[in-house]
């Protein structure tokens, strides 16, 4: 490096960090943050085991967040080693259930998202003995693939309740975005919206652009004026929808699928209308958590059938009752 | 004999005024401007939302996200560089500026500053390795693009203990940067991000500087033929890093936009936008090869991308032939742009 980058770089530095003891801020950050303290409880005494934990999650989206501390909950609970990763290409998904199996896991968790991809992978852990559960994604194809329980929610159904919450409070024309084109379970979800208000039109964004999905919204709320409510499929696409509604100056109203933080305070303000909770933290608890009583008590929760975690509502009645967890990261 | 020297020297059309058409018509966004006026003619018969003064606003709005970032990447381009890692390093700074706050719980402009020393810092480094390595920039900034997307996640995951950074929108600080970065304002029934006007002035700036300066000579010359022009003295290197810091400082008003656009950043936010970058910086005039272009093609390939981008939605396409359309216009636009480019070369 020459001479004057660094002196230009140890300036910044100090500069930085002087501006930094100068200027505390008066409100928000940790310093306000709740310290609520995570209940320690007691270890199950069972043998230690090793899961994979394997989905079909982009990298950064909060949803899987969520499924993720679920999982990680009840692997600290049950003394499981919780091995976590994922891909959103299928064949990659796929590879992914190859290398738990290789790596002799004592049993899988796996999203069956894209079914065709990964299903002949699990089927050949469940040769191996490993057994298997699926969540989210696959409520159709799970017992075809040998898992031995399926936690999550029908994505058709649970478009279905939005499309009957859409017909309940009156709304004449909707949007249905869509943040991942071809996505099957997405365009499953904007399918059920469908079958019950058949006035909706999918509208397609990217999801790892969130400036550029609000224009999309925005552009798409100009051009027909007749859209008075948005379905979007994703808490981070609910609040770029608020967003979008205000640049359009349009009056439509917000409805979404799954919720984060800060969603349940756009809730509690009336900014988003509602949404359809299919509870993530459950699907990865349950996942991790049956799969430690299959190996330690030979138990399925749900007997065989799919258990359905979803979907459920959150609206302003009701959110007093999720925000404290929310506030933890765990809803 | 001598007669026949002066008709020679007067005849010598290297020397000779052209005229102002021809001189027009060689400026390398003179092509992009044509493809423009030919996308927005096209959407202007086929798209009724697409005539009124809201939609301009947006469009205008769509273009500055992209045009902020193509502005340091047509100036790489013409440095005769790449940079894969600019669409996640937009998410770093804001990422950056976000946590540091937050964590610190400072005035969020303390984690505004912190972010730019990260972002030209992340610049300087790309520059750096490729001038210590002789590697291509394409695979050095493909390096950086991984670290970045990596750390954004993980580092943002032990941070906030989620993949978005927390929201500030209640610190010190937040309105004013707020003010600076993402506000609104209207002119008559027009309402415009002040992103817009930042994205005018950075490009105004930035025209200046290639084409007036000493400094722009020397990026012309290092992207024209780096071993020529260190020998009549251009510092080649010095070059080379300053556009890669700048790159960083466009990252980091970008991210700056994102951050108090939102008041918090996802992590996994970014990926993907480097390419529309480089493709409104080709669109615009600038050679893959280096050495030739402009910044005002670059705002041009912007705004092509961005009419041709919303355009689709104001016709009210069916959703699912969007990215075919996308790719068709943005065909259309380059060839249109070629043709010219061509026609003007043979004047």
């Known amino acids: 490096m020459i001479r004057w980058q660094k002196k230009a770089v140890a300036t910044g530095a100090a500069l930085s960090l002087a501006i930094a003891l100068a200027a505390c801020s008066s409100s928000g950050g940790k310093q306000e943050e709740q310290n609520n303290g995570q209940g320690g409880g007691n270890v199950a005494n069972t043998p230690r085991m090793k899961i994979a934990f394997i989905t079909h999650a982009a990298p950064g989206d909060t949803f899987w967040d969520l499924v993720r501390k679920g999982a990680e909950a009840a692997a600290a609970k049950d003394n499981v080693e919780l091995q976590y990763s994922g891909d959103p290409e299928g064949a990659n998904q796929a590879n992914l259930v190859q290398t738990a199996i290789d790596a002799k896991v004592d049993g899988i968790a796996v999203t069956l998202a894209k079914p065709d991809a990964v299903s002949a992978n699990v089927k050949k852990a469940v040769a191996a003995g490993i057994p298997v559960t699926a969540l989210n994604g696959g409520i159709e194809h799970w017992q075809d693939a040998g898992a031995i329980a399926y936690f999550g929610q029908d994505e058709r159904i649970a478009g279905q309740a939005a499309g009957d919450q859409l017909t309940k409070v009156g709304a004449k024309k909707a949007i249905c975005v869509i943040q991942e084109q071809g996505h099957v379970g997405l365009e499953a979800r904007c399918q059920g919206v469908k079958d019950k208000f058949p006035a909706v039109e999918n509208v397609y964004i990217t999801g790892t652009d969130m400036p550029g999905s609000t224009t999309t919204m925005t552009s798409k709320l100009q051009q ?65 958590d049956n799969l430690w009583l299959y190996k330690t008590n030979g138990n399925t929760i749900g007997g065989g059938k799919a258990t359905l975690t979803g979907p459920a509502f959150i609206d302003k009645d009701n959110v007093a009752a999720v925000e404290k967890f929310a506030a933890n990261g765990t809803r | 004999m001598a007669s026949t020297l002066t008709a020679t020297t007067t005849a010598d059309d290297r020397v000779g005024r052209r005229s102002i058409a021809a001189r ?103 520059g750096w390795l490729l001038m210590r390595t002789g590697l291509p920039s394409f695979l050095v900034t493909l390096g950086t693009f991984f670290i970045l997307q990596g750390l954004n996640l993980g580092v943002t995951r032990i941070l906030a203990g989620t993949v978005s950074s927390n929201s500030i929108r209640d610190m010190d600080g937040f309105s004013s940067g707020q003010a600076v970065f993402a506000s609104e304002f209207k002119i008559g029934r027009l309402s415009i991000e002040i992103l817009v006007i930042w994205w005018v002035v950075f490009v105004a700036i930035a025209s200046w500087v290639l084409l007036k300066t000493k400094v722009g000579n020397w990026i012309f010359a290092v992207g024209g033929d780096a071993a020529a022009a260190r020998a009549v003295g251009v510092p080649v290197k010095r070059v080379k890093i300053g556009l890669f810091m700048t790159v960083g400082f ?81 065909l259309l636009a380059t060839i249109v742009n070629l043709v010219v480019k061509n026609r003007a070369d043979l004047r």
């Open chain 1, 224 to 288: 027909d004026k007749a859209v008075d409510y948005v379905v979007t499929l994703g808490a981070p696409f609910a609040l770029a929808a608020v967003q979008a509604v205000d640049k359009a100056g349009s009056s439509a109203k917000v409805g979404t699928f799954d919720t984060n933080k800060e969603l349940v305070g756009a809730i509690k303000d009336g900014k988003v209308q509602w949404a359809v909770d299919q509870q993530p933290y459950l699907q990865g608890y349950l996942a991790v």
């Open chain 2, 24 to 126: 027009l018509l060689s400026r390398p966004e003179i092509g992009s401007l044509v493809g423009a006026a030919v996308v927005l003619v096209f959407f202007l018969i086929t798209a009724p939302t697409f005539r009124s003064i809201n939609s301009t606003g947006t469009i205008l709005y769509q273009a500055a996200l992209i045009g902020m970032m193509a502005v340091p990447v047509a100036l790489l381009m013409i440095g005769g560089e790449f940079d894969l890692s600019t669409g996640v390093a937009v998410t770093t700074a804001g990422l950056t500026g976000g946590l540091f706050a937050y964590q610190f719980s400072v005035n969020v402009w303390v984690g505004a500053v912190v972010a730019l020393v990260v972002a030209v810092g992340v610049g300087a480094f790309n």
């Open chain 2, 250 to 330: 466009f990252a980091w008003f970008s991210g700056m936009h994102l951050l108090f656009n939102q008041s918090s950043v996802q992590s996994g936010e970014g990926v993907g936008k480097e390419f529309i970058y480089i493709i409104a910086a080709v669109v615009g005039g600038c050679l893959l090869t280096g050495g030739y272009g402009s910044i005002v093609g670059s705002a041009v390939g912007a705004l092509i991308f961005s009419m041709t981008q919303l355009g689709v939605v104001y016709a009210g396409w069916n959703a699912d032939w969007f990215k075919a359309f996308l790719g068709l216009m943005l």
